[in-house]
């Protein structure tokens, strides 16, 4: 049984309400309304934040009665329901977002004009929720705005991190990470859901028993408890009919502080298990490089698999007495690997809570679970140690004991006396430390598995899982990863969207084939003018945003070459700023200058315990440093390194790119959805045969993207020879050999020499 789609009308028969969107009158007197009943204050005399706040409470108004609504519609029908697992949702601001997707954006910015207020002004008030480090988590909310929009039933699942990621600063070239306190002033939109909220057991040990029939009856004994309190986050597809929901957990502590010992003046130790328990909702991925810190990023891990089972469960039982339809109706998708729990979760539940046999959850959980592999990295693919779930997870151990014994037993049956095959496919990892590979867990314990790119697919069915390939062929495939039109072109690049809106009709908002239609126009004298009067526009408002943050001018009328995302190796940041002191060195030593003048834009966050990232950002800096106050090539080349890269961010930066950086090296980005943001808004790809870039080049055309490098057949076969070695080609090359000895020499670090000899 499919999801399918819930979002036509419901009929004047239905119960159900029919919305009309917000007139100018009706939305100032909910928004006055809600400065004098929600915030105690006069409109008059609000504060920026309190009139960003009254007016998102306004809105939150409209969403509040279509998701009720929604959940009306769906428990009519009783669909199957899809519920998205992920460590992170990247959502990004939402204020905009609603209003648009609600068709609510110019009535609002009409009320609030009258009322002496500018819209954007208004928008720009609102903190990110900071619930997410990258591609991962936008591309979660993405799925979130496709799911509502398409009329779907889907949920998401996360953790209501108090910090989430950290903000990133740039003091001397450096990164420097600050707290951010995103909820700190409030957040309008999360509704607190505290009579639903889970408990959820940790740590303890086993007690081995029989029940009365004889049969083995193992016992989690001695746990402590942590509670699941859930924050809801209405979703809202394009429209408006449907508005779903995000499920956002925090952990609470089930013990208040001791009195007896407060009132004896041991004030923290009264209150240690409290902050131990509520620790692990604060922090986006601890760091993992402590004993402490894995712990806590395991206790985050189960926490959300364990309360987002405990609801779905929850929600199925108020329509079905039995679990014979659970399958049916409940799909669960897991996004990468850090949900991997929740297939040993959903069998201690079925098994320990509500009695079922072995093999009868075991159907039930494999029908039920899909899994979404998003990384070929070895670092990323993880591991638990044994000892460290022993401690946290006893039962849980135990259950994926049990799963393994049973899954060795079938391949064994398959490749009799075939040892070196059953220690790749095992559960566990031997060897001095014993490990549990969450990668096999969730390749074992789900019904379908997906790569992000075709590439991709093909990578994990040959690189990361060719055993489980060959036992289970038909459970892999491809689900090439995408983006919402309705953020990175309707929002984002609203002039853009006007345009292509004016020339085929606003049809492409909820189906980009649609976008076919513009192909005549590409010839079109009046429509390319049109594009580049709105792309200088767009730039005009980028140099502007390069100015204030760094005082740095740029020419709207150069090339602005841009290359945002993740600071990592393998997105080969490294990689282009060779290239820019490449093309520097050509015009200061060669004199060849540049066809064009070009701006080389940066901007991405280095984790805080990576080292090389964070020299990677430093390089940047300095090279730009160098480059922009240079007079020989003023006005040529230009470096640019914008701080605290984040989704507001990137909504300036997309629709201002003439070039995007795709250069990962074949085989590392899993699929790449930069590029498919950046493609929505005209900008063209320079890139490597990685990920979505393939795709990319097949829809556009060999002509219209420009890729380069090996392709990861030859890179194997290089590695497989040894054949790579780059000092022969500092030798061989003189360009090359010119642009290392200009690091080594420490043209880019004066005041500190040796700095980028690591390079």
């Known amino acids: 049984m499919s999801i399918r789609r819930l979002d036509q009308d419901p009929g004047p028969d239905s119960g159900t309400r029919r919305h009309v969107a917000l007139t100018v009158s009706a939305f100032q007197d909910a928004i006055r309304h809600h400065a004098r009943y929600s915030l105690g204050n006069k409109w008059e005399r609000c504060s920026d934040r309190e009139r960003f706040m009254a007016v998102a409470f306004a809105v939150r108004d409209a969403l509040v009665d279509r998701m009720l609504d929604t959940e009306d519609r ?115 939109w999360q509704i607190e859901r505290p009579d639903e909220a889970c408990i959820v057991p940790v740590y303890g040990r086993v007690e081995h028993g029989i029940d009365r029939t004889g049969a083995y009856n193992p016992m989690w004994m001695d746990w402590k408890i942590i509670i699941g309190v859930p924050h809801d986050m209405p979703i809202v597809g394009h429209g408006g009919t449907t508005v779903n929901v995000l499920r956002l957990y925090s952990a609470r502590s089930s013990e208040e502080f001791d009195m007896q010992i407060f009132n004896e003046g041991d004030y923290l130790k009264a209150v240690e298990q409290q902050i131990a328990s509520e620790t692990i909702s604060k922090v986006l991925y601890p760091a993992d ?29 108020k329509s079905h007495d039995t679990f014979d339809r659970f399958a049916s109706k409940v799909a669960i998708q897991l996004n990468d690997t850090h949900p991997a729990l929740a297939v040993a979760e959903l069998m201690r539940m079925l098994v320990d809570e509500h009695a079922l046999p072995w093999e009868t959850a075991w159907e039930m959980t494999q029908a039920t679970l899909s899994y979404t592999n998003h990384t070929l990295m070895p670092e990323a693919l993880e591991k638990w140690p044994v000892s460290l779930l022993e401690a946290v997870l006893p039962r849980h151990l135990q259950i994926i004991y049990e799963i393994n014994r049973r899954f060795l037993a079938q391949v064994a049956s398959m490749w009799p006396r075939d040892h070196e095959r059953l220690r790749r496919m095992s559960l566990i990892e031997e060897g001095p430390q014993k490990h549990v590979r969450m990668v096999n867990l969730a390749l074992v314990g789900s019904h379908a598995v997906n790569g992000v790119s075709t590439l991709h697919t093909q990578l994990v069915r040959t690189h990361l899982a060719p055993d489980f390939s060959q036992l289970w062929p038909d459970k892999f495939s491809t689900k090439t990863n995408g983006v919402t039109p309705r953020r990175w072109l309707l929002q984002a690049n609203p002039l853009l969207s006007d ?160 070039v995007n950086q795709q250069i990962s090296m074949a085989g590392t980005e899993a699929s790449g959805t930069g590029s498919m943001k950046f493609a929505m808004n005209g900008a063209v790809i320079v890139g490597t045969y990685d990920g979505a870039n393939i795709e990319i080049m097949q829809e556009v055309g060999e002509e219209n993207i420009f890729l380069f490098g090996l392709q990861v057949d030859a890179i194997r076969q290089m590695r497989e020879r040894g054949s790579y070695h780059p000092r022969d080609y500092y030798h061989r090359n003189p360009h090359i050999r010119r642009l290392m000895d200009a690091f080594g020499s420490n043209l880019f670090c004066p005041n500190q020499p040796g700095l980028f000899r690591w390079i």
Request: glycine share 8%.
């Open 499 to 658: 345009l292509i809106s004016n020339t085929i009709g606003n049809e492409w908002i909820t189906d980009l084939e649609k976008l076919r239609a513009l192909e005549p126009y590409t010839q079109d004298v009046g429509f390319r003018q049109a594009f580049i009067a709105m792309r200088r526009v767009n730039k005009v408002r980028l140099a502007r945003l390069i100015y204030d943050a760094g005082r740095v001018v740029v020419s709207p009328d150069a090339l602005f070459d841009v290359h945002v995302k993740r600071i990592h190796e393998y997105k080969r940041q490294l990689l282009n700023i060779m290239q820019i002191v490449h093309q520097y060195l050509c015009v200061i030593q060669d004199g060849q200058e540049p066809p064009v003048p070009r701006v080389h834009i940066f901007a991405g966050k280095a984790a805080p315990g990576y080292w090389i990232a964070k020299q990677i950002i430093k390089l940047i800096t300095s090279v730009g440093q160098v480059i922009n106050n240079d007079p020989r090539v003023k006005g040529l080349i230009t470096v640019v390194f914008l701080p605290d890269y984040r989704v507001s961010l990137a909504e300036q930066i997309v629709p201002a790119a003439d």
């Open 289 to 317: 490089s402590i004993e402490a810190g894995r712990e806590l990023r395991l206790l985050q891990e189960y926490l959300l698999v364990a309360c987002a089972l405990r609801d779905i469960v929850r929600r199925y039982n």
């Open 74 to 188: 769906y428990q009519q029908v009783d669909p199957k329901r899809l519920h998205y697992l992920s460590m992170e949702f990247l959502l990004g601001q939402s204020l905009r977002n609603n209003l648009s997707n609600l068709e609510m954006l110019d009535p609002c910015r009409e009320a609030l004009r009258t009322m002496g207020v500018n819209l954007d002004e208004v928008l720009e008030g609102e903190s990110e929720a900071a619930l997410g480090n990258g591609g991962l988590g936008r591309l979660a909310a993405c799925f979130l705005d496709s799911l509502a929009t398409m009329g779907m039933p889907g949920y998401g699942y996360g953790i209501n991190y108090e910090y989430g990621l950290f903000k990133q600063a740039i003091d001397s070239g450096y990164q420097r990470e600050k707290p951010d306190n995103w909820m700190a002033r409030g957040n309008p």
